[in-house]
């Protein structure tokens, strides 16, 4: 914008100082040639008065311009000159004024008692237009100094609209990337202020409204805890203590990913958190062995894939256990009892390649998208598998039949 501003400060003021320079210029030029002319005569006036008298000679000599009078008897007093035909146009009565080489010549004709006088004044052309050229040049040098005065005007007003609106811009980016505390200090005109006003109101508004969904969120989530106590409850007096065990660790897991949900829920939101990691051979087989007691009631053929050792990718543990059970709980929820399943871990060019596939029908199309829901789901499920993908650099590929995720690797 400076630069635009700046253009067309430089284009305006050319244009006006072109329209007001160059006939001015003219006009200089117009006024010191008449002013020569003017004086070449008077030059011709003085001399006049003497014509036909002894003092011709006198006279001439005075005159400070290279006057010439060409007498009837052909003699000439005064500069030599040739008789051109100007000068003999002039013998015959006329005035005139005539271009000669190296400026002007004007001839005055007198009549005297022996015939026509004819004198002529010369005026060089250095003497035509004597201060012009300089006069030209104040006129150029005071046209830059204008054009110069005004580009640095309009960039000092330029200034004063763009750095507010930089201001803006670096406080939008910011709220962007999670920083909910940016606010921009208003200034410039009153449009950009206006701006920069509502900008706040609207950082503000979110922060309010994001943590009213945080407190929604934690309080649904505590909300859990009471029929989960009963759970708990239920199991241990279950007659069967296996049974009880079972199911005692499950709630105790469930409780455990409430808890987590009530505390990412009540985190700030502003501050990013330092990159999670964790060793997913040992979180997928975890995942799976827990999986596989439901796998092995519904006679469920299970294939399992990992990794011999370590293997670390930049996702933190609950978010990659909660990302793997949302896959084989799709597995569970949308595949008949029987049909077969396998889970495989393995090293990719990017980190980790974590694939889950099955036997069944496959996933319906609708339940790819976040929110969508069929056959009882919320929608969620593969929403998370692709946020804890993205979250790590890597990505998500979904098919009838598998879901595939890749996961980055942790930086060093």
Known sequence: MRRWLGLLVAATTSVVLIALL????????????????????SAAESVVVAVGTPDLELAVERVPAPVSVFL????????????????????????????????????????SAQGPVVIRVFVSDAELFAGVREAWLALLLLGLALVVLGIVLAD??????TRPVDELARVSHRLAGGDLEARAEPGGPPEVESVGLALNHLAGRIGDLLAS???????????????????????????????????????????????????????RTGVRPPQASCDATAVVGDRVRFWAVLAEDQERALTVELPGGPLEVAVGAAELAACVDALLGNVFAHTPEGVAFSVRLAPHEKGA???????????????????????GSTGLGLDIARRTAESSGGAMTVSRAAV?????????
Not at 31 to 36: K, L, Q, R, Y
Not at 80 to 105: C, I, K, N
Not at 156 to 161: G, I, K, T
Not at 353 to 375: H, K, M, W
């Open 22 to 41: 160059v006939p001015m210029a003219l006009l200089i030029r117009s006024v010191a040639e008449n002013g020569a002319m003017a004086r070449a005569t």
């Open 156 to 161: 000092r007003l330029a200034v004063r609209v």
């Open 72 to 111: 009837p008897d052909g003699r000439v007093v005064g500069a030599r000159a040739r008789e051109s035909d100007a000068v003999r146009l002039a013998r015959a009565g006329r005035s005139v004024t005539a271009e000669a080489a190296g400026g002007r010549e004007v001839l005055v004709s007198v009549r």
């Open 213 to 267: 969904e945080r407190e929604s969120v934690a309080d649904l989530s505590h909300r859990l805890r009471t029929p989960l106590t009963g759970l708990r409850l239920d199991a241990e007096s279950l007659r069967d203590p296996e049974e009880a065990a079972r199911i005692g660790e499950r709630a105790d897991a469930l409780e455990r990913a409430v808890n987590a949900v009530i505390t990412e829920a009540r985190g």
């Open 353 to 375: 390649a974590l694939t889950v596939a099955d036997e069944g029908p496959g996933f319906p199309p609708e339940l790819q998208e976040r929110g969508s829901s069929a056959g």
């Open 404 to 412: 595939e995720l890749i996961l980055g690797l942790t930086q060093p």
